[in-house]
């Protein structure tokens, strides 16, 4: 069996097999839990707090002793509504279930969410690829405890002894359910990207998968190219890296497809990805076989965010991702999609590419330079307009895209201006008259390989190209520009045939 | 030494006005208990030490001219299912064996604040499960009347308490009747609040929609006084209900001239043993005396109370135990894997009917039967709250028996649950609709034995309710009184 990375239909990612020669299209559906960056827990005034000694962040709430009761964290519901908003999600009256299961690193042995009636419904989420995912839902819910296994495999079973640490226990989460529209392992992973920057952006979280506060589970299922019906699908969990999240989307979709035209059919299970190994496997039935017995959490009223509430947050809403890259391609003249706009909103240099285009800068030049030379620290920092006069600078000739390149990564390091730098550098400007003077010349040096520059063919004239350009650099320092001498080059060669 | 007074005012007034030591009052006290509740058995721990050290505390506030409060030096009882810091809690179950909170419950932490003097805690059947106090793990209560026959339950403890004279007050707590059900059978005052009135912190869940922490007393005026010092917002329970606290003292002397009372038809006729309904009759005859007008009001969904009422609670309670695991706290039985230790812990440390009620609810939760169950039970729920307000709309206050029957013999209803679960059918439909709802002591039955009439009022109706209360406790005949 084949995995085409072509695109087909779109951005469609294909499992061709190599009995049957059919194509199977691989449907993914994300299930994000993220640890929201309160200063407190969800129901408890203990500190919200990753990497402190264990069991120190903890009271009798989270610790779920008896008689005590849970405090909703009003902190909680406004970054959860401000996450849901800018997952264009509506807000909605809500209640909190408890979900029964029995678990040691769960003080109460049931989890406070939300089920039947969640927060956030029915949004989306636009890709830079353009692709819109919709979001079923984006609810509330508490965070379990943390467990160590000591001896055996490091799982609970067979090990000597477990260790539990309850600072996590409580911890706030929002869980994003995606509706299953994503096609290809890249781009879920472009999905928990994007998702990332918007909880970045909004401040909901600061979504590090290593540290947990991210966590990835995947519904991948697969279907007939041209099928309409959605496949049964596995739960692929223990993805701890965006790595991992593509290996075992790809890995799930290929042991699908082998069962099913060996004529078996998908058994819908949760399955762990086992990194080392590179593959998935079911998780113990026993374990999955659970009744979670949801009802309405009595020791909690009703959540019902008022419109004003709900209206406030969405005016201190900061610029989202997928906005900003519209206003910077806008500006630009160039298509959302393009990596430099993708890039330049990840590196928050959009608004200085901003400034720079309304300074006079060229977009597609400003552009080029955020996507290949500002990476580093300072960039933000940068002078629009003198950034603009760099390009216009280099747009004019005076400077080549090489000397442009230096006088950039100066310009962030000291603050100056690019004429100031460019003269220092020694970086003359060089006129056209100039540079046509010096190839003439050459020419006129080399008769027989301007000859074979003429008439030979492609190979001979690209080796001979080599030998020019090589030259005229030397003459000129290096000042000359690439591009310019390409031109001229192809131009005196058109006069002489 | 003076002689203690009986009620809780009366001897908050003497320890206020240094006439009585709280010192003294606790020791007549100490000694009662010391001499007659290996008996009764009302008590799983009586608190000497702190109790002693909270009595010193009020005599030297009295001494150094502070008020120590309104509940100055009075002894006081507590359900063993509200946290005390540092003494053990049991919920009169093994499997809490060696728990003691690191914190109080907020009702512990207000009376303390208002000068009582916690003196021990009381027996119940296992997490408030039952109606007989038979459940618990450290034994049966007996019903100070009569030893042979059940204090009621789950707080039987706390009545018994009180009806023995160990303690003036006691604290209890109501999920179905737990209060006011064991009071009528010990033949004590005994009050469920309105839901949310009481702040639930530190009390030990059975069924968190349901519960709710209420006084008794051997007079009205003793609830209210307790009432008044427990009640009142606390942010650490959503479910408290954030309005001033009444005045419920003040409105005793007000009589019920002019209030509506009505007798609810589906809890006078079949069930309702002829002795307990007579007594109802006569005191619905000593409200009319005092100016009440009385009238039959039909609650049709409260005959359907007690099969909701045995969804939702244990529904409810299946989840609030699961945290009894092994893992953290309390008892624990070894074994190879994790599963196996919870259940081997739960299968020891749980007694039959805590059992009972865990599998019920787990039942009526699972996949494939919540609909036909639970989520019917949360629709008859509803319905009982249309018609009580219905029932409200013309009525200011309802009246009923409290339990069915008089204190029944001990092993009389514990081979046939349902039997049992029968004793709460007046006290539950209060539950289901949040309301508030008090047991008052009128008289005897044909055997002797303590009858109550139960007050139910609409939300936030505690003030009427305790106006018809003292009407009723004026008026009552004594239970010695020939029965006719």
């Not at chain 1, 400077?399 to 220092?424: C, F, N, W, Y």
């Not at chain 2, 609040?193 to 006084?215: E, H, K, N, W």
Request: with cysteine.
């Amino acid at each position: 069996m084949t995995l085409t990375h072509e695109p087909i239909e779109g951005e469609h990612f294909i499992v061709v097999s190599e009995t049957t020669g059919e194509s199977w299209e691989i449907v993914v559906g994300l299930e994000v839990h993220c640890e929201l960056a309160t200063v407190t827990k969800l129901f408890c005034g203990c500190p919200n707090m990753f990497g402190d000694e264990p069991n120190t962040n903890v009271c009798p709430v989270c610790l779920g002793l008896p008689g005590s009761l849970p405090v909703l964290n009003h902190n909680v519901v406004e970054l959860a509504i401000r996450l849901g908003r800018a997952l264009h999600c509506t807000v909605e009256p809500s209640v909190f279930a408890r979900k029964n299961y029995f678990y040691p690193d769960m003080p109460k042995d049931y989890q406070v969410s939300q089920f039947d009636k969640p927060i956030n419904v029915d949004g989306w989420l636009d890709l830079p690829d353009g692709t819109r995912v919709g979001i079923e839902r984006a609810h509330i819910e508490e965070d379990t405890g943390k467990n160590t296994h000591a001896g055996g495999s490091g799982r609970i079973h067979g090990a000597d002894y477990s260790l539990v640490d309850y600072n996590r226990a409580g911890v706030p989460l929002v869980e994003i359910v995606g509706r299953p529209h994503i096609r290809h392992p890249e781009q879920a992973k472009t999905y928990i990207d994007e998702l990332r920057a918007i909880l970045l952006t909004t401040g909901a979280s600061d979504a590090k998968m290593e540290e947990g506060s991210l966590r990835v589970d995947a519904n991948v299922s697969v279907r007939r190219v041209g099928d309409t019906a959605l496949g049964t699908r596995c739960e692929v969990k223990n993805l701890n890296s965006l790595r991992s999240l593509g290996r075992a989307i790809e890995y799930e979709a290929r042991r699908q497809v082998d069962l099913l035209e060996t004529g078996e059919r998908i058994k819908q299970e949760t399955r762990h990805w086992d990194e080392g190994a590179g593959r998935t496997r079911a998780g113990r039935s026993k374990e999955e076989a659970q009744d979670y017995r949801y009802f309405q959490e009595p020791d909690l009223v009703p959540l019902a965010p008022s419109a004003e509430w709900i209206a406030a947050i969405d005016a201190a809403m900061p610029p989202l991702p997928a906005a900003r890259r519209d206003a910077l391609a806008s500006s630009a003249g160039v298509a959302v999609t393009e990596t430099s706009v993708v890039i330049a909103v990840q590196r928050d240099l959009d608004q200085l590419a901003l400034a720079t285009i309304a300074a006079g800068g060229d977009g597609k030049r400003v552009l080029t330079h955020v996507e290949h030379n500002l990476s580093g620290d300072g960039a933000t920092d940068l002078n629009p307009a003198t950034f603009a006069q760099l390009v216009s600078l280099e747009l004019g000739g005076q400077l080549t895209a090489t000397q442009a390149k230096t006088v950039l990564a100066e310009m962030v390091t000291s603050g100056r201006a690019p004429d100031v730098i460019a003269a220092e550098l020694g970086f003359e400007a060089m006129d056209s008259s100039e540079l046509e003077g010096i190839v003439d010349g050459l020419i006129a040096e080399s008769p027989d390989e301007w000859a074979d520059f003429c008439t030979g063919d492609d190979k001979k004239r690209g080796k001979l190209q080599g030998f020019f350009t090589g030259k005229i650099m030397k003459a000129t320092k290096g000042q000359a520009d690439g591009k310019a001498v390409a031109a001229l080059l192809e131009s005196r060669r058109a006069e002489s045939l | 030494m003076s002689v203690i007074p009986s009620t809780a005012l009366e001897i908050a007034a003497a320890v206020r006005s240094g006439e009585l030591s709280a010192r003294e009052v606790l020791d007549g006290h100490l000694a009662r208990i010391d001499a007659q509740d290996g008996e009764i058995n009302a008590f799983n721990l009586v608190m000497i030490d702190e109790a002693r050290a909270a009595a010193a505390a009020v005599d030297a506030q009295v001494a150094a001219g502070e008020d120590p409060g309104p509940l100055a030096g009075v002894p006081l009882a507590l359900k063993d299912n509200l946290c005390t810091r540092g003494i053990p809690t049991t919920c009169s179950s093994r499997i809490l064996e060696g728990w003691r909170p690191p914190y109080d419950a907020t009702v512990v932490q207000r009376v303390n604040a208002a000068g009582a003097v916690s003196i021990g805690k009381t027996n119940l059947d296992e997490f408030a499960m039952g109606s007989s106090t038979e459940n618990s793990a450290f034994g049966p209560t007996r019903n100070p009347r009569d030893t042979s026959r059940v204090p009621g339950g789950s707080s039987g403890g706390s009545a018994a308490a009180v009806a023995a004279g160990f303690a003036p007050l006691s604290l209890g707590s109501d999920t179905g009747g737990s209060i006011r059900q064991p009071a009528a059978l010990c033949g004590v005052v005994g009050v469920k609040p309105t839901y949310g009135m009481v702040s639930r912190y530190g009390l030990i869940a059975f069924a968190s929609s349901l519960d709710q922490i209420g006084p008794f007393s051997t007079t009205v005026a003793d609830s209210a006084l307790l009432l008044e010092a427990i009640a009142g917002h606390d942010g650490r329970d959503s479910t408290s209900i954030n309005a001033p606290v009444p005045s419920l003292l003040e409105s005793l002397g007000q009589g019920v001239d002019g209030l509506r009372v009505g007798l609810v038809t589906e809890l006078m006729g079949e069930g309702i043993a002829p002795d307990v309904a007579a007594r109802v009759r006569q005191a619905a005859d000593a409200l009319t005396a005092a100016g009440a007008q009385i009238g039959e009001v039909s609650v049709p969904a409260a005959a359907y109370g007690l099969s909701a009422y045995y969804l939702i609670a244990p529904a409810e309670a299946s989840s609030n135990l699961a945290r009894y695991d092994g893992v953290r706290y309390g008892m624990r039985v070894d074994a190879p894997t994790t599963a196996e230790m919870n259940a081997a812990t739960r299968t020891a440390g749980f007694g039959d009917e805590v059992k009972r009620r865990i599998m019920l609810g787990t039942y009526a939760l699972s996949a494939g039967y919540y609909d036909a169950y639970y989520g019917k039970a949360l629709k008859v729920r509803t319905l009982i709250v249309r018609d009580f307000e219905k029932a409200y709309a013309d009525f200011d206050l309802l009246l009923t028996p409290t339990s069915p029957t008089t204190a029944f013999k001990f092993g009389d209803k514990t081979a046939d649950p349902l039997s049992m679960y029968l004793n709460d059918i007046c006290t539950i439909p209060t539950n289901l609709a949040g309301h508030p709802a008090m047991s008052v002591p009128f008289g005897g039955g044909s055997d002797g034995m303590p009858v109550g009439v139960q007050l139910l009022a609409p939300a936030l109706g505690e003030s009427t309710m305790f106006r018809a209360a003292a009407v009723l406790e004026a008026a009552a005949p004594a239970l010695d009184e020939v029965w006719s």
